[in-house]
C-alpha cells in the first residue's frame, strides 16, 4: 500500500496537472474568444 | 541567491500568474457570467475547480500533520468525503444543473419552497461562506506571517483582499481559471516533495511502511467510537453541496459534465490525501523528532528541495489557501445579491452584476475582521459544518425530486435544524458524544415532516424552465 501511496498517486496527480494544464488554455482561450466576439 | 529571495521571488511570480489570468478574464457583461459563467463550464474546468476549492489548508498540510502524528487514521476516516463527493456527482449534481434558471441553492428554494425559505437560505449561504473565508485566511495569515514576518491581521487581509481583488471583476470565470492555475501548481510540486521523499530515502521502503502501521494502530486504539463517528459524519455530511460546490454544479455545460466533474472530484481527493499523509509519515524519516506537528509539512520541504523549489512549495500553500477562498467569496457575493438583496423585487441584470462586484469587496472586508474574532481554526470549521447540512440539505435534496412541495416545510425544516444542531454543540457540548449534525438532521427532518402535512401546497411562479 504504501508504494501504491506514495508512487503511484503522485504519477497521477502530476498527469492530472498536465491534462488541466492543456484544457485551461483551451478554457481561457474560449473565454477570450467569447470576449472580442461582444466586444 | 540566499532562500528568502528565492522564496519572495516565486511568490511574486505566483501573484503576477494570478493577476494575468484575473485580467484576461475580467470582462463580465451579465450577472448570469458573473455568477454561473454563462453555464458553458467544461468537465475538466468542473473537476479542476471543484478539487482546487475542496484542497484547503486543512486538507493539505492539516493531513501532513495527521500523518506524521497518527498514520493513516485521517485518511480511512476522511474517505467518507470523497464517497459523499462521488454520491453527490452521481444522484444530486445532475439534477441540480437542471435547475438552469437558479443561480443559487436560494433560487432553487424559491422555486421549491417559496421567498421566505429563498431568504432563510440565503442568510446561511452568505454566513458560512464568510466563516469559511474567515478560518481559511486566518490560517492562511499565519502560513504567510511565518514566511515574511509580517503581523498576523496584515497577512490575513493581504490574502484575503488579493482574492477579492482577482475575483471581483470576472465572477466565476475568473475563480474557475485561477483555480486551474492553482491546481496545476500545487499537483505538481507537493507530489514532487513526496516522490523526492521516497527516492532520498536512506532506509528500506517497509521501514516506512512498518511505521505507517503502528502509527495508524495507536491513531485508531487512542479514539472512542463516538468521535470516529462524529468524524465521519462531519465530513460525510457538512460540506455536502455548499454554495461553491452547487455553484459548479449549476456552471456546468450539461448534466454530464456536472456529473462527470463531481465524481472526478471525489476521486481524486481519495488520490490528493493518500499523498499528503504519506508525506507526514515519511517526515519521520527526516526531520528530528520534536518537531511540532504542525510545523511538518515546511520542515520536511526546508530539508529535502533545493530552495527554488522550497519557494514554489510555500507558493503551492498560497495556491491552495487561494483557491478556497476565491470559491467561497464569489458564492458569497452571488449569495447575498440573489438571495437577499434581489428577495424584495427584482433587480435588473447590470445591478445585480454591479451588487455582485462590491458584495465581493464588502464581504472580504467582514471576512477579515471575523477572522480576527473568529475562534480556532478546527473549532470554526465543526461551527460551519453543524450549520450548513441541519438547516439545507433535508429540504435541498427532497426538493430537488419531489414536485409537490410545501412553503412551510421548507423553512421550518430550516429553522429546527439549524437552531436544535446549534444548542446541540454550543449550549448542550454534545451530550453523549452523538454528533450535532446527527441531530440537526433529525430535527430538520421532523420539521420538514410537520410543515409537509400542516402546509398548503407550493406553487412555483417562475414558469421559464419546468423541473
Given at each position: 500500500?504504501?508504494?501504491?501511496?506514495?508512487?503511484?498517486?503522485?504519477?497521477?496527480?502530476?498527469?492530472?496537472?498536465?491534462?488541466?494544464?492543456?484544457?485551461?488554455?483551451?478554457?481561457?482561450?474560449?473565454?477570450?474568444?467569447?470576449?472580442?466576439?461582444?466586444? | 541567491?540566499?532562500?528568502?529571495?528565492?522564496?519572495?521571488?516565486?511568490?511574486?511570480?505566483?501573484?503576477?500568474?494570478?493577476?494575468?489570468?484575473?485580467?484576461?478574464?475580467?470582462?463580465?457583461?451579465?450577472?448570469?457570467?458573473?455568477?454561473?459563467?454563462?453555464?458553458?463550464?467544461?468537465?475538466?474546468?468542473?473537476?479542476?475547480?471543484?478539487?482546487?476549492?475542496?484542497?484547503?489548508?486543512?486538507?493539505?498540510?492539516?493531513?501532513?500533520?495527521?500523518?506524521?502524528?497518527?498514520?493513516?487514521?485521517?485518511?480511512?476516516?476522511?474517505?467518507?468525503?470523497?464517497?459523499?463527493?462521488?454520491?453527490?456527482g452521481?444522484?444530486?449534481?445532475?439534477?441540480?444543473?437542471?435547475?438552469?434558471?437558479c443561480?443559487?441553492?436560494?433560487?432553487?428554494?424559491?422555486?421549491?419552497?417559496?421567498?421566505?425559505?429563498?431568504?432563510?437560505?440565503?442568510?446561511?449561504?452568505?454566513?458560512?461562506?464568510?466563516?469559511?473565508?474567515?478560518?481559511?485566511?486566518?490560517?492562511?495569515g499565519?502560513?504567510?506571517?511565518?514566511?515574511?514576518?509580517?503581523?498576523?491581521?496584515?497577512?490575513?487581509?493581504?490574502?484575503?483582499?488579493?482574492?477579492?481583488?482577482?475575483?471581483?471583476?470576472?465572477?466565476?470565470?475568473?475563480?474557475?481559471?485561477?483555480?486551474?492555475?492553482?491546481?496545476?501548481?500545487?499537483?505538481?510540486?507537493?507530489?514532487?516533495t513526496?516522490?523526492?521523499?521516497?527516492?532520498?530515502?536512506?532506509?528500506?521502503?517497509?521501514?516506512?511502511?512498518?511505521?505507517?502501521?503502528?502509527l495508524?494502530?495507536?491513531?485508531?486504539?487512542?479514539?472512542?467510537?463516538?468521535?470516529?463517528?462524529?468524524?465521519?459524519?462531519?465530513?460525510?455530511?457538512?460540506e455536502?453541496?455548499?454554495?461553491?460546490?452547487?455553484?459548479?454544479?449549476?456552471?456546468?455545460?450539461?448534466?454530464?459534465?456536472?456529473?462527470?466533474?463531481?465524481?472526478?472530484?471525489?476521486?481524486?481527493?481519495?488520490?490528493?490525501?493518500?499523498?499528503?499523509?504519506?508525506?507526514?509519515?515519511?517526515?519521520?524519516?527526516?526531520i528530528?523528532?520534536?518537531?511540532?506537528p504542525?510545523?511538518?509539512?515546511?520542515?520536511?520541504?526546508?530539508?529535502?528541495?533545493?530552495?527554488?523549489?522550497?519557494?514554489?512549495?510555500?507558493?503551492?500553500?498560497?495556491?491552495?489557501?487561494?483557491?478556497?477562498?476565491?470559491?467561497?467569496?464569489?458564492?458569497?457575493?452571488?449569495?447575498?445579491?440573489?438571495?437577499?438583496?434581489?428577495?424584495?423585487?427584482?433587480?435588473?441584470?447590470?445591478?445585480?452584476?454591479?451588487?455582485?462586484?462590491?458584495?465581493?469587496?464588502?464581504?472580504?472586508?467582514?471576512?477579515?475582521?471575523?477572522?480576527?474574532?473568529?475562534?480556532?481554526?478546527?473549532?470554526?470549521?465543526?461551527?460551519?459544518?453543524?450549520?450548513?447540512?441541519?438547516?439545507?440539505?433535508?429540504?435541498?435534496?427532497?426538493?430537488?425530486?419531489v414536485?409537490?412541495?410545501?412553503?412551510?416545510?421548507?423553512?421550518?425544516?430550516?429553522?429546527?435544524?439549524?437552531?436544535?444542531?446549534?444548542?446541540?454543540?454550543?449550549?448542550?457540548?454534545?451530550?453523549?458524544?452523538?454528533?450535532?449534525?446527527?441531530?440537526?438532521?433529525?430535527?430538520s427532518?421532523?420539521?420538514?415532516?410537520?410543515g409537509?402535512?400542516?402546509?398548503?401546497?407550493?406553487?412555483?411562479?417562475?414558469?421559464?424552465?419546468?423541473?
Open positions: 500500500m504504501i508504494y501504491i501511496m506514495s508512487v503511484i498517486f503522485p504519477l497521477i496527480a502530476m498527469g492530472c496537472s498536465i491534462w488541466i494544464f492543456i484544457a485551461m488554455i483551451s478554457y481561457v482561450s474560449e473565454i477570450r474568444r467569447d470576449i472580442k466576439s461582444h466586444k | 541567491m540566499g532562500t528568502i529571495t528565492v522564496e519572495s521571488l516565486g511568490i511574486i511570480v505566483y501573484l503576477l500568474i494570478c493577476v494575468s489570468l484575473a485580467y484576461v478574464t475580467r470582462k463580465t457583461r451579465s450577472f448570469a457570467e458573473f455568477s454561473v459563467g454563462s453555464r458553458k463550464v467544461p468537465t475538466s474546468m468542473i473537476f479542476a475547480s471543484l478539487a482546487a476549492t475542496i484542497i484547503g489548508p486543512g486538507f493539505s498540510v492539516g493531513f501532513t500533520t495527521k500523518g506524521y502524528s497518527t498514520g493513516y487514521v485521517f485518511y480511512w476516516l476522511v474517505l467518507a468525503y470523497s464517497v459523499q463527493t462521488i454520491l453527490v452521481l444522484v444530486f449534481a445532475p439534477r441540480l444543473a437542471t435547475f438552469r434558471n443561480h443559487t441553492i436560494g433560487d432553487v428554494f424559491n422555486r421549491c419552497y417559496g421567498k421566505f425559505s429563498h431568504l432563510l437560505a440565503g442568510i446561511v449561504s452568505v454566513g458560512l461562506c464568510i466563516g469559511f473565508t474567515a478560518v481559511i485566511g486566518k490560517l492562511a499565519h502560513l504567510l506571517s511565518g514566511v515574511t514576518g509580517w503581523p498576523l491581521i496584515v497577512t490575513s487581509a493581504f490574502v484575503t483582499m488579493f482574492v477579492a481583488l482577482l475575483t471581483f471583476s470576472g465572477g466565476i470565470r475568473a475563480v474557475i481559471a485561477n483555480d486551474g492555475a492553482q491546481f496545476i501548481w500545487f499537483s505538481i510540486i507537493i507530489p514532487v513526496l516522490l523526492t521523499a521516497v527516492f532520498k530515502n536512506p532506509g528500506p521502503a517497509q521501514e516506512v511502511a512498518a511505521r505507517a502501521t503502528e495508524t494502530n495507536t491513531g485508531f486504539a487512542g479514539m472512542t467510537g463516538a468521535q470516529i463517528l462524529g468524524i465521519v459524519v462531519s465530513f460525510l455530511l457538512g455536502t453541496l455548499t454554495p461553491p460546490f452547487a455553484n459548479r454544479a449549476l456552471a456546468a455545460k450539461d448534466e454530464s459534465a456536472s456529473r462527470k466533474g463531481f465524481v472526478y472530484a471525489g476521486l481524486y481527493v481519495i488520490v490528493w490525501l493518500g499523498i499528503c499523509t504519506t508525506l507526514g509519515i515519511y517526515a519521520h524519516q527526516y528530528p523528532a520534536d518537531t511540532k504542525d510545523d511538518v509539512f515546511l520542515g520536511i520541504g526546508r530539508m529535502l528541495l533545493h530552495p527554488a523549489l522550497y519557494g514554489a512549495l510555500i507558493v503551492a500553500i498560497i495556491a491552495v489557501v487561494m483557491s478556497s477562498q476565491e470559491s467561497l467569496l464569489n458564492s458569497a457575493s452571488v449569495a447575498f445579491v440573489r438571495d437577499i438583496l434581489s428577495i424584495r423585487g427584482k433587480l435588473s441584470d447590470q445591478s445585480e452584476l454591479l451588487y455582485s462586484r462590491m458584495a465581493t469587496i464588502v464581504i472580504a472586508v467582514i471576512a477579515v475582521v471575523v477572522a480576527q474574532y473568529s475562534p480556532s481554526i478546527i473549532e470554526g470549521l465543526l461551527i460551519c459544518y453543524s450549520i450548513w447540512a441541519p438547516s439545507i440539505l433535508i429540504p435541498l435534496l427532497i426538493g430537488l425530486y414536485k409537490d412541495t410545501r412553503s412551510s416545510a421548507g423553512w421550518l425544516s430550516m429553522l429546527c435544524g439549524a437552531s436544535t444542531s446549534i444548542i446541540w454543540q454550543t449550549i448542550l457540548k454534545e451530550p453523549s458524544g452523538i454528533p450535532a449534525i446527527l441531530v440537526g438532521l433529525a430535527a427532518a421532523t420539521g420538514y415532516a410537520i409537509h402535512f400542516w402546509g398548503s401546497l407550493h406553487i412555483d411562479e417562475t414558469t421559464e424552465v419546468s423541473k
